[in-house]
């Protein structure tokens, strides 16, 4: 059974961090390159970045430089670490499989004021 479990979201002013957990089932984890995704209000959910089971990273554009990746393999959690929030980062946050297929978490919410 497919489990994915988002935390470590919040409210934080402008140019804050915030660090997000994803804690995955092992099945899903073991065998995919992982991924955090986005959807802010109104709009369609956007990949941020995505880690390699080897570790190799990739990032969208509008985070690049503020934004880390990472993977625990012993934990099956995937973090984000975010720096220099700005207010167009406010979304909920999930975390899946870089191939995701239908199931998604709950997602967890981040909201950054001005």
């Known amino acids: 059974q497919v489990r994915l479990a988002e935390s470590g979201g919040g409210l934080v002013q402008a140019g804050g961090p915030l660090r997000l957990s994803c804690e995955a089932s092992r099945s899903l984890f073991n065998t995919n390159p992982m991924a955090w995704y986005r959807q802010a209000p109104g709009k369609q959910r956007e990949l941020v970045a995505f880690i390699t089971i080897t570790g190799r990273t990739n990032y969208g554009e509008s985070v690049k430089g503020r934004f880390t990746i990472s993977r625990d393999n012993a934990r099956n959690t995937v973090y984000l670490q975010m720096n220099s929030l700005k207010p167009e980062d406010t979304g909920v946050y999930y975390c899946?499989?870089?191939?995701?297929?239908?199931?998604w978490g709950q997602g967890t919410q981040v909201t950054v004021s001005p």
């Open positions: 899946n499989s870089a191939r995701p297929g239908d199931y």
